[in-house]
């Protein structure tokens, strides 16, 4: 691959050159190759030095792609935990739940044992809601038919 030379290196190169041409004297002709080849040694590894430079600013952008997607997770596990955790209302006695797995819609639990609650169906909506776990028994205040107006009167 050939290696692209700055400016300096190039004008090095010229200004030894020139100076090896117009040296009569071996010696000095000789030192000044020497000086030549110097020059061109420490072209090749500020070039080298680039090339690292590119690759080291490569990686960096990828690992602040990695830490960007990290923090991303990280917020949605907050906003998952706050959806399964406490996000509840009691309202009439009954707890209320709006999350996930209920499908973003408030749906009435057991304030006692947090089992969902079973609506009572015409013809018998004029009982309470009640909990479906043996041995808890309980019970709504308000009749089955109200669901939808309790629900509503929680808003957001
Ligand atoms: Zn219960």
Known sequence: MPEPSTPTVVALTNLVTKLI???????????????QMMVNTLASENFGLQQKNLQMQTELAELQQVIARFKQQE???????????????IRRGVKFRKNVATGQKWMPFCPNCDTILQVAEPPYSQHGLHCTKPKCGFRSSFPSSELEKVTAEIGD
């Not at 041409?21 to 000086?35: C, F, G, H, P």
């Not at 917020?75 to 209302?89: I, V």
């Open 21 to 35: 041409q117009r040296i009569t004297d071996r010696k000095s002709a000789a030192e000044l190759r020497e000086v």
């Open 75 to 89: 917020a949605d596990n907050d906003k998952k935990q706050m959806d399964t955790g406490e996000n509840f209302r």
